[in-house]
């Protein structure tokens, strides 16, 4: 009877090391270090403004209505354009107001004009001598180009527009189905070799 | 054992994060939006009617193409029958004569003007009627003057007066070439060759009248006149294409030369003239060069019923009639010097294609007054 009180210890003591060896096995071990995020907000250093063309007439009687958001960090672009080609200068400055560093700005389609009447539409970006800088296809989805915007530096955006006259009648507008397109102005410091995600 | 060594590890995995952190980039996104309103043309194109001009238009009328022909012959007074009026001549009468229109005469082709008294003459006089006559500045070749006239008198049996016809040089206050002679009293055709008289590029006065002498009741019918001018090179001048604006305010509008594939004879000038007149400045080429590509702006605005707003004008002259093209832009602006909305319509020009028309047409009225002044019209 020894023996087999012997044996029950031996099975108990296995048991309660088995217990052990699972509750050892599924134990976690958090180790706790203290850091902090604190959010410090600073004035852009590019920002977007109205260009000199910007709220002067358009064609029969409208206006190239050009709405900048009050931070500079969008803008709103409603245009009147006719068959051939139509030209809006400077409606748009991009304005690098940080005098010691260069940014690299990105213009990116985000929502391509597509409707087939209109031939070409396209963005350019010039600088202060009237060289361009950059020149963003409106049509093409995903289009990306970018340029550098020198430290303190104010660039003037164009925008060309050409409808086709084909099928279209003196008396009436060119008709558009899809007569919008949104893009992204995106910056980052110079220097850098990555592209914006 | 252990403990220093996951010391070490955790350091270098804070470093290596650390590092990563250091070298991310930021980027700020903006986002902008453009949308398109469109309107119908506030500018369209339209055909001149010109002479050996012929004009296609785009279906909007926001394009055009344009033929032209050159020539080298030129009908710079061109009155076979003055068939409805005097037709821009001028009368430069006397004391006792003077101008008239008529719808018609015995042997007359048609209208004729007359140039008579009411009374008889009490000293020797002369009148004429005038038409003004400019030298295409090239070279001349042949210049041909064609009258067809008669004279009319009383109580004499020999004719008491002659007629003239000459070219007054009003640089020189002097003929530059006249002749007179005694008139049939039937209408008679008479032809001179005055090219040694004219000089290119000037400016004369074709007169065709008669000299008087006193004491007769005398009277000149002319039916026709033609001064027609063979040049050595290929020349054109017209309006090749007219613009209307649609709209009631003014425009700015300028031409701009974009491409050109042209004879290297050729001489050319291009440029626009608005309703009241107002030229810009011209596109011009030079031996088949460009040596000015843009116009000056000028203000375009709507007006009135029966003229165009604007007028795009060439010349042209070369050695021969062979192909040119031009590749022209009519750009107009809400606003002065490119600024508002600016559309360009594109024009393209070409002269003499291959498949040209037949040269020496020159059925075109000569460019001059169109007021009869001086005189009055009997019917």
């Known amino acids: 009877m020894a023996w087999i009180k012997n044996v029950n210890k031996a099975k108990m003591g296995i048991l309660l090391l088995s217990v052990l060896m699972l509750t050892v096995a599924n134990a976690s071990v958090f180790v706790y270090y203290t850091s902090s995020l604190s959010l410090q907000t600073s004035q852009p250093p590019v920002y977007l403004k109205e260009g000199s063309n910007a709220n002067q007439p358009d064609l029969f009687g409208n206006t190239i209505t050009v709405t900048v958001g009050s931070a500079g960090a969008s803008a709103s672009l409603t245009l009147h354009p006719t068959y051939g080609k139509t030209y809006y200068k400077n409606v748009l400055e991009v304005v690098n107001q940080d005098t010691t560093n260069a940014y690299t700005v990105y213009l990116r389609v985000t929502d391509p004009l597509s409707d087939t009447n209109v031939a070409s539409a396209k963005v350019y970006v010039y600088d202060a001598t009237r060289t361009l800088q950059a020149t963003l296809d409106l049509q093409a989805s995903n289009n990306q180009v970018s340029f550098t915007l020198p430290a303190g530096a104010t660039y003037t955006v164009d925008v060309e527009i050409v409808i086709s006259e084909n099928g279209g009648s003196p008396v009436s507008p060119p008709s558009l189905t899809d007569g919008q397109a949104q893009f992204d102005l995106i910056y980052t410091a110079a220097g850098t070799t990555e592209t914006p995600p | ?379």
């Open chain 2, 1 to 379: 054992m252990l403990g220093p060594r996951l010391l070490l590890t955790f350091f270098a995995l804070t470093a290596l994060l650390a590092a990563n952190i250091a070298a991310s980039t930021v980027f700020v996104y903006y986002t902008a939006s453009a949308s398109l309103v469109p309107q119908r043309p506030e500018v369209i194109l339209a055909e001149p009617n010109s002479p050996n001009v012929s004009v296609t238009l785009g279906p909007a009328l926001a394009s055009a193409s344009v033929v032209v022909y050159t020539s080298n012959f030129a009908q710079l007074v061109y009155n076979p029958d003055f068939f409805s009026s005097p037709d821009g001549w001028y009368c430069a009468p006397s004391a006792s004569l003077t101008c008239y229109w008529l719808p018609g005469d015995q042997g007359a082709s048609g209208g004729v003007i007359s140039i008579e008294s009411n009374t008889s003459i009490v000293f020797d006089e002369s009148a004429f009627i005038l038409q003004e006559v400019t030298v295409p500045n090239t070279n001349i070749v042949r210049v041909i003057v064609n009258v067809t006239l008669r004279g009319d008198w009383a109580f004499s049996p020999t004719p008491p007066m002659v007629y003239e016809v000459g070219l007054w040089d009003p640089q020189s206050s002097a003929w530059a070439w006249l002749v007179y002679d005694f008139p049939s009293t039937q209408y008679t055709s008479y032809t001179w060759d005055i090219t040694p008289y004219l000089e290119p590029g000037r400016r004369y006065i074709l007169a065709i009248g008669m000299y008087v002498v006193a004491g007769v009741w005398p009277a000149l019918y002319v039916d026709s006149a033609y001064l027609s001018i063979e040049t050595s090179s290929y020349v054109f001048s017209q309006p090749i294409l007219a613009a209307n604006v649609t709209s009631d305010r003014v425009l700015y509008a300028r031409l701009k030369l974009e491409a050109l594939s042209v004879n290297p004879s050729l001489n050319a000038s291009i440029w626009l003239v608005n309703s009241t007149a107002h030229e810009s400045s011209r596109i011009t080429i030079r031996n088949g060069f460009p040596t000015s590509w843009e116009t000056s702006w000028i203000a375009v605005s709507p007006p009135i019923a029966g003229y165009y707003a604007a007028l795009i004008q060439a010349n042209a002259s070369k050695a021969s009639p062979t192909n040119s093209s031009v590749s022209l832009v009519l750009e107009y602006c809400t606003l002065p010097q490119g600024m508002g909305a600016c559309v360009s319509y594109p024009v393209t020009l070409i002269i003499d294609p291959r498949t040209a028309l037949p040269h020496h047409s020159g059925s075109q009225e000569p460019p001059g007054i169109q007021a009869w002044r001086g005189g009055t019209t009997r019917h």
